[in-house]
């Protein structure tokens, strides 16, 4: 079956970095987009980042300049490198991908930024 396995979390001071992982299985990586997701305490969960089967990469607005997506189909795993990081980037983050119409989940990794 299908999973999603997020890693890489913490917490961090402001100005810092993290790198989150996620490792997918169940089905065939290269072969579908691949999003970041986060949600933050009282608010909607939103997409970050994106990445295509193309390496086609959309950020939102909020992280541009600061967060980079990236995937490795051979390790079926996709990356985000989260630099100068602020205190309203902690958040749950999930990552996520469409497969066979359903959309999955990862279970979450928390990333906590301290002033």
């Known amino acids: 079956q299908v999973q999603l396995v997020e890693s890489g979390g913490g917490l961090v001071q402001a100005g810092g970095s993290l790198n989150l992982s996620c490792a997918a299985s169940?089905?065939?990586?290269?072969?579908?987009?691949m999003d970041w997701y986060r949600q933050a305490p009282g608010q909607q969960r939103e997409r970050v980042a994106k990445?295509?089967?193309?390496?086609?990469?959309i950020y939102a607005d909020s992280v541009k300049d600061r967060f980079a997506i990236s995937r490795d189909n051979s390790k079926k795993t996709v990356y985000l490198q989260m630099n100068s990081l602020k205190p309203e980037d902690t958040a749950i983050y999930y990552c996520?991908?469409?497969?066979?119409?359903?959309?999955?989940w990862g279970q979450g990794t928390q990333v906590t930024v301290s002033s």
């Open positions: 990445i295509t089967t193309g390496g086609i990469r």
């Open positions: 996520s991908g469409i497969i066979a119409s359903r959309k999955y």
């Open positions: 169940g089905f065939d990586f290269g072969a579908f987009h």
